[in-house]
């Protein structure tokens, strides 16, 4: 399958800092990345699309200015937290289609662990 | 929107028994139906996926089906081992634009020996 690295996997930062989650597809290139956010013991909630070339679009209730997404070329796409809080704190994931798999078949990063204190 | 609900939450079973987890979704327009399997700490992995154009998908262990007049699909392994405890999202392919995967609130498999 394809290939999707994220970074970092684990980030411990200050409250009111910004962090910045970097999302690539190594051996393909995705127009759209997803990211989603997971709560422990919690399923995976979309959070965000990311598009090559143009504006995010955001799930109900995500805040676009704290959740700054860009999707600079075909294999990177970057979520930046704003403004860190404690609430913030959970494991964000990005993910890419393949279109070599008929544009169907999702494949995930391996996840970022983000703390703040 | 695309909406999944996934029975049970936790499921135990003895080693060599059969598992079943089943899904249902609200958009009769989605059409294809994947589910992962997620480790403790690491990434979700696909182990197999269905279309709606098709009823029934093995692979060795794996099987998924999928009745779209009900809109529920289930995935079903048999023979479990200690390895398959994990936790097993279903997932739905919100139709139109991005086609957005909407996950289920996940199944922990606990295989015991």
């Known amino acids: 399958g394809a290939v999707v690295s994220q970074h970092p996997s684990w980030v411990i930062c200050k409250s009111g800092t910004s962090v910045k989650i970097e999302c690539r597809s190594l051996d393909f290139q995705a127009t759209t990345m997803f990211w989603y956010r997971q709560f422990p013991k919690q399923s995976l909630m979309l959070m965000a699309t990311?598009?090559?070339?143009?504006?995010?679009?955001?799930e109900q209730g995500v805040e676009k200015d704290k959740f700054l997404i860009n999707h600079a070329s075909l294999t990177l796409s970057t979520l930046t937290v704003t403004s860190a809080h404690p609430e913030d704190s959970s494991f964000y994931i990005c993910?890419?289609?393949?279109?070599?798999?008929?544009?169907?078949?999702?494949?995930f990063g391996s996840g970022t662990q983000l703390s703040v204190l | 929107g695309e909406n999944v609900e996934q029975h049970p939450s936790t499921l135990s079973v003895q080693e060599g028994d059969s598992a079943v987890i089943k899904c249902t979704y609200s958009d009769s327009a989605s059409n294809y139906f994947p589910w992962y399997k997620q480790e403790l700490g690491k990434r979700p992995q696909l182990i197999i996926d269905?279309?709606?154009?098709?009823g029934e998908k093995k692979d060795q262990r794996i099987a998924v089906t999928l009745n779209k007049t009900a809109k529920h699909f289930s995935l079903h392994i048999t023979e479990t081992q200690p390895e398959d405890s994990a936790v097993y999202f279903c997932?739905?392919?919100?139709?139109?634009?991005?086609?957005?995967?909407?996950f289920g609130a996940g199944t922990r498999l606990a295989v015991h020996p």
């Open positions: 269905i279309r709606s154009n098709v």
């Open positions: 993910s890419a289609r393949d279109i070599r798999y008929s544009g169907e078949k999702l494949f």
């Open positions: 997932a739905a392919s919100e139709s139109g634009g991005y086609n957005k995967l909407i």
């Open positions: 990311s598009n090559e070339g143009s504006k995010a679009t955001y």
